[in-house]
């Protein structure tokens, strides 16, 4: 309460009965004086009719929260997988982008290896190969990418 | 520490804790026990959020979120009287959430000004109150509401929304003027006798 008195202000307010006390406290109160200008209107404005409806049904509320609970308990379950696995595809991606960077011009050349004039060229002149290294770092990579895509379809299923 | 809320009765405080911060539950809530709290409480904190925000589904959307969050935190708390006002800070932090989501300051400004010729007397002036009502922003329908319908302690009302208990009184009082202004200035201001 703003006030000791508010709660006999309000009552007065609310019975419309204002005793002498009451009144020469408002006077002096500039709190009570708004709390008892108001008071009669909030009391009417909670009584009006204002539901349409029924309310929404407890056991469907709690139906719903058990639902929203189990929704939230495997999502902190999965938590540390999903951490992997963005961290797994931060790998990949990373060594994707760093092979053929790194290797480019030697894949370039490989691949028009494969090319008709290329495959002339390599009978007649021998080709440059490509470091066994190389093909085990794509070979591994490859691997990974195919069992990250698997496992992502998995767990989306 | 005491509190006072709705019933009117004063209760020693007991700390809040919730299922995240406490050991364990002594006494969880099963459906039945939700249930009956539910229907003692859900009706008040409804009519809270409809007055708040002026729209029946936003009501029940927020009335469904505050529930949920109940369930979810489970708080530990001694009296029911301590349940219902976790219940009604939750729910003032929702509608508040709401708002600031909306970008509507004052929440419910659609509705129209326009009573209608087919309403009848009863929808006109429940029209009329709610278009009055919705002329304040926000925290000031929940101060009202939480000190006139609720009964809700200076403590309470800060609690709910965030603000210093001291600065509840000034904050009060300044939404009161405000009401009354627009009482007078619809003519629907009761006379104060001085």
Not at chain 2, 14 to 24: M, S
Not at chain 2, 97 to 109: A, I, N, S, W
Not at chain 2, 131 to 154: C, G, I, N, Q, Y
């Amino acid at each position: 309460m703003s006030c000791p008195f508010e709660a006999n202000v309000l009552r007065a307010a609310h019975d419309d009965e204002w005793s002498d006390s009451v009144r020469r406290h408002l006077l002096e109160c500039d709190d009570c004086v708004a709390a008892a200008a108001v008071a009669p209107w909030m009391a009417r404005f909670a009584k009006i009719g204002d539901r349409e409806h029924s309310l929404p049904d407890p056991q469907i509320v709690w139906l719903k929260a058990k639902v929203l609970q189990g929704t939230v308990d495997a999502a902190r379950v999965a938590r540390p997988m999903t951490i992997v696995q963005l961290f797994a595809y931060l790998v990949v991606a990373g060594g994707w982008a760093a092979i053929l960077t790194w290797k480019w011009d030697a894949v370039t050349t490989w691949l028009r290896g494969f090319t008709p004039t290329g495959l002339v060229q390599n009978v007649a002149l021998g080709g440059d190969s490509m470091s066994l290294w190389f093909f085990a770092f794509v070979f591994i990579l490859s691997s990974t990418t195919v069992m990250l895509a698997m496992h992502t379809i998995m767990a989306e299923e | 520490m005491t509190t006072m809320f709705a019933a009117g009765l004063t209760l020693p405080a007991p700390p809040v804790t919730d299922a995240r911060t406490r050991g364990g539950n002594p006494r969880p809530m099963d459906e039945g026990r939700f249930e009956a709290f539910y229907r003692r409480n859900a009706g008040s904190l409804w009519s809270y959020l409809f007055r708040m925000t002026g729209d029946q589904a936003v009501a029940d959307d927020l009335l469904q979120k505050t529930f949920f969050r109940f369930l979810r935190a489970n708080p530990t708390l001694a009296t029911e009287e301590h349940q219902r006002r976790w219940l009604f800070r939750t729910a003032t932090n929702l509608a508040m959430d709401h708002f600031r989501e909306t970008k509507r300051e004052r929440g419910h400004v659609e509705l129209s000004d326009e009573s209608g010729p087919s309403m009848e007397p009863r929808e006109v002036l429940r029209h009329d109150m709610m278009k009055t009502f919705s002329e304040l922003k926000p925290r000031e329908r929940a101060l009202l509401w939480l000190a006139h319908v609720e009964e809700a302690d200076h403590e309470d009302i800060g609690e709910a929304l965030g603000v210093k208990t001291n600065s509840v009184k000034v904050l009060l009082f300044r939404a009161r003027r405000k009401l009354g202004e627009l009482l007078t200035k619809k003519g629907l201001a009761p006379e104060v006798r001085r």
